[in-house]
C-alpha cells in the first residue's frame, strides 16, 4: 500500500492486522496478490500483482465527516471484496504449488528409491568383478608359474640330448683307443702270468710271519676288555632317511632329514641338533621345513675374500602335491639369533622324486656340489647334476650332467694328484646286479653361462649288487671303495654281500681297481669309514633281514691276514631299522649315529648316538703287500668312454 492518504484515513492498519492474523503461507501470499494504492483526495485502488486494478475509493471530493464515514464504510467494503479476491487468488495459487511440489518430492522419491536400487546393482556388479579379477589373477599367476617350469624343463631337456650327442661323438671317438687299451692289457696279463709263482712265494713267507705273529698279537691284546658301544642319547625322529655330524668353531652338530609321518605327509621338519656342554647332550638347535627330505650334506666354502661359509644341503625327494621339489641349500648366518641361523641360500628344482646323496669336491680351486637324482616307478635312467660354486655371485650354477641309473651313493677320492668320482647305481629297471661307474674328474672349458669346468671320463665298472651309499677311503698309501649292497635279485633275498674294492696302480687303466673282499649283510644301506686308536675300521648298516630288524656291523682291518679276508668281524651291534651310521668324534671319544626309519609299529622313533669304550690301543694292522696277487682275486675289466660337455 503506497501514499500517506492510506496511513491518514486508517485503512493501513486494518490491511496490516488482516496481513498479520492471516497464516504464514497465506500472509505471503496476499501480499505478493494485494497492493492497495490511495493517493489524496483521488480515488482508491486496489492493485494486484498481475497488474488489474479495481476502484474502491470514495468520491474524489469529502465534503463532510458524515460523507467521510460513509465513504469509509464503502471503502471497507470494497476493501473486503478485494481482500476476498485476493484471497481466494493466494489459496488457489498455494494449493498449485502444494501439489506442484508434492509431485516433484514423490517423483525424487521415486528417484531416489530407483537409484538406491542401481547403486546396490552396481556394487553387487562391482563385487563379482573383482571377485573374478582375482580369480583371473590366481589363474594367471598360477600359468606363468607352469610356462616357467615348463620353460626350464625344456631347456634342461635341450641340454640333455646335447649332452647326450657329445656323448656319443666321444665314445666312437675313444673306440680305438679302446682297442689300443685291451691290447696293452693282453700284454700285461701276460706279464703277471710269469710272475705269479715269484709272488706265491711271497705270499707263503707273509703268512709264515703271520703264524709266528698272531699268537703274540692274540696274547698283548688278551687282558684287553673288548671293544664295545654304549648308549649316549636317544633323539626323537620321524623316519629318519639321513643323518650328518658336523664341527663348527668347535661345537658338534647333527642333522636330521625326515622322510615322512605315519600319515605319509611328506611336510614336515628335519632338525639340526646342538651338543650343549653344560648338560652334556644334543638339544634341538633348528627346525628346518621340508619335503621328503631324503639326504643332508654338510660343507664349507673358501670365499676370495679368504672367509669361509657354511652351506647345509637338504635333498627333497618328494613333493605333497605336485611332481616338482627342490633341492634346498641353508647358509650359517652367525647374526641372527640362536635357532634361526640357518637360513635359504638358494634351491635348486628337479622333478620328483628329487636328490638322494651329495658329494662336494674341491678341483682347480673351485668347490663342486654333485646331486644324484632319481625318479618314481622303474625308471632308472636319470640325469643327475654337478654344480660349481661361483664366487662372484655366491651362487650354485649348472656345470654338468651326469647320466645315472638309480644311482643312491657317491664319493670322490684323489689318488697321486688325480681325482676319481664313485657313483654308486642301485639298479637298471628290477636287476639289482648292475655296475657302477668310476670317473677320472678332468679339466673342461667354461662357458659363457658358467657352465663346465670339469668333464668325466668313465675308467672303470665295477660289479655291484643294489649299492646304496658307498665310501671311498685311503689307508696310509692305500686306496679303498666299499660298496653296501641292499639286494640280491638272483636270490631274490635282502641277504647280500657287500663289496669292499681295492686300487693296485702296477695294473693297467680300467683294471686298477680289484674286488678285495666279500663282506655278508643284510639289506645294507650305508657303510662308513673310520679310525679307532689308529686302526682302521668299517661299519655297515644293516638295515633289515626281509621284514626283521638285525644287528649292523664293524670289520677291522688286519693286514698280517689272507688277502681275501683282511677285514675281520670285530663287532656286531642292535640297531631300529638304520638308514645311516656315521661315525664322528667329539673330544676323546668317538661315537655312532644312527638314522632310525622305524621301530616295529610307527616311523616316529627314536634315532641313537653310541660312543665307542673299551677301544684296544696295540692293534697292528700291519703292513700292506707290495704288490698284486694275481693267484687270489680275478681282474676285472670296464670299458673307457668320455662324460664331458656343459648341460
Avoid at 516433484?104 to 542401481?118: E, K
Avoid at 598360477?142 to 615348463?150: G, H, I, T, V, Y
Avoid at 638339544?283 to 673358501?302: D, I, N, W
Amino acid at each position: 500500500m503506497k501514499g500517506d492518504t492510506a496511513h491518514r484515513r486508517g485503512w493501513l492498519p486494518v490491511l496490516a492486522l488482516l496481513l498479520t492474523c492471516a497464516p504464514p503461507g497465506l500472509s505471503t501470499a496476499l501480499a505478493d496478490n494485494l497492493e492497495l494504492e490511495v493517493p489524496i483526495n483521488g480515488t482508491a485502488q486496489l492493485v494486484y500483482v498481475d497488474g488489474s486494478a479495481h476502484a474502491v475509493g470514495p468520491p474524489a471530493t469529502i465534503a463532510t465527516s458524515t460523507d467521510l464515514s460513509s465513504s469509509h464504510e464503502a471503502v471497507s467494503a470494497q476493501i473486503a471484496v478485494a481482500l476476498s479476491r485476493a484471497v481466494a487468488r493466494a489459496l488457489s495459487s498455494l494449493q498449485a504449488v502444494n501439489a506442484s511440489q508434492q509431485q516433484v518430492l514423490q517423483t525424487q522419491q521415486s528417484s531416489l528409491i530407483a537409484g538406491q536400487q542401481r547403486l546396490a546393482a552396481l556394487n553387487a556388479t562391482v563385487a563379482a568383478l573383482q571377485t573374478s579379477a582375482q580369480a583371473q589373477q590366481a589363474s594367471i599367476a598360477s600359468l606363468q608359474a607352469e610356462n616357467s617350469a615348463l620353460r626350464a624343463q625344456t631347456a634342461t631337456l635341450q641340454s640333455i640330448s646335447a649332452s647326450l650327442n657329445t656323448t656319443q661323438q666321444d665314445a666312437a671317438r675313444q673306440a680305438t683307443t679302446l682297442q689300443a687299451t685291451n691290447t696293452l692289457l693282453s700284454s700285461q696279463l701276460a706279464s703277471l702270468s710269469t710272475t705269479a709263482s715269484d709272488q706265491s712265494a711271497a705270499l707263503a713267507a707273509a703268512r709264515a710271519r703271520v703264524a709266528v705273529l698272531d699268537p703274540l698279537v692274540h696274547q698283548a691284546c688278551a687282558a684287553t676288555p673288548s671293544l664295545a658301544l654304549s648308549l649316549m642319547q636317544e633323539m626323537v625322529t620321524t623316519r629318519a632317511a639321513g643323518v650328518e655330524p658336523f664341527v663348527i668353531n668347535g661345537t658338534t652338530y647333527i642333522a636330521f632329514a625326515h622322510l615322512l609321518d605315519d600319515n605319509s605327509t611328506f611336510l614336515i621338519n628335519s632338525v639340526i641338533y646342538r651338543f650343549d656342554r653344560p648338560q652334556g647332550q644334543f638339544v634341538v638347535e633348528q627346525l628346518l621345513p621340508t619335503s621328503g627330505a631324503r639326504a643332508v650334506k654338510y660343507f664349507m666354502v673358501r670365499n676370495a675374500n679368504n672367509t669361509n661359509t657354511s652351506f647345509l644341503v637338504i635333498g627333497n625327494m618328494f613333493a605333497q602335491s605336485s611332481n616338482m621339489v627342490n633341492t634346498s641349500i641353508y647358509r650359517l648366518d652367525p647374526s641372527r639369533p640362536r635357532g634361526a641361523q640357518w637360513v635359504i641360500h638358494q634351491t635348486i628344482l628337479s622333478v620328483s622324486p628329487g636328490a638322494v646323496a651329495f658329494d662336494v669336491f674341491t678341483f682347480n680351486n673351485s668347490t663342486y656340489l654333485v646331486s644324484l637324482l632319481i625318479l618314481n616307478g622303474n625308471v632308472t635312467s636319470h640325469i643327475s647334476t654337478i654344480h660349481r660354486y661361483n664366487e662372484t655371485s655366491s651362487m650354485f650354477v649348472l656345470s654338468l650332467l651326469i647320466p645315472t641309473s638309480a644311482a643312491r651313493g657317491i664319493a670322490s677320492l684323489s689318488i697321486n694328484n688325480t681325482l676319481y668320482l664313485v657313483i654308486g647305481q642301485r639298479r637298471e629297471g628290477n636287476n639289482y646286479t648292475t655296475k657302477s661307474p668310476i670317473y677320472r674328474v678332468d679339466s673342461a672349458p667354461f662357458t659363457a653361462s658358467g657352465a663346465g669346468g670339469v668333464a668325466l671320463t668313465l675308467v672303470q665298472a665295477l660289479d655291484t649288487w643294489g649299492a646304496m651309499r658307498l665310501t671311498a677311503f685311503s689307508v696310509d698309501s692305500t686306496h679303498y671303495i666299499a660298496i653296501p649292497s641292499s639286494f640280491n635279485s638272483t636270490a631274490d633275498t635282502s641277504s647280500a654281500d657287500s663289496h669292499i674294492y681295492r686300487f693296485y696302480p702296477s695294473l693297467p687303466v680300467g683294471s686298477q681297481w680289484v674286488l678285495d673282499q666279500a663282506v655278508p649283510t643284510l639289506a645294507c644301506f650305508m657303510v662308513r669309514s673310520f679310525t679307532l686308536a689308529g686302526t682302521p675300521y668299517l661299519v655297515f648298516a644293516n638295515s633289515h633281514n626281509n621284514s626283521d630288524t638285525t644287528n649292523s656291523t664293524i670289520y677291522r682291518l688286519d693286514w698280517s691276514r689272507a688277502p681275501g679276508s683282511q677285514w675281520v668281524q670285530q663287532l656286531s651291534f642292535p640297531a631300529l631299522f638304520p638308514d645311516s651310521i656315521v661315525p664322528f668324534t667329539m673330544g676323546n671319544s668317538t661315537y655312532l649315529a644312527i638314522a632310525s626309519q622305524f621301530n616295529g609299529t610307527s616311523v616316529i622313533c627314536n634315532s641313537q648316538i653310541l660312543r665307542f669304550q673299551n677301544v684296544p690301543a696295540c692293534w697292528d694292522y700291519g703292513t700292506p703287500p707290495a704288490t698284486y696277487a694275481a693267484m687270489t682275486v680275478a681282474i676285472s675289466t670296464a670299458t673307457s668312454a668320455k662324460v664331458s660337455g656343459s648341460p
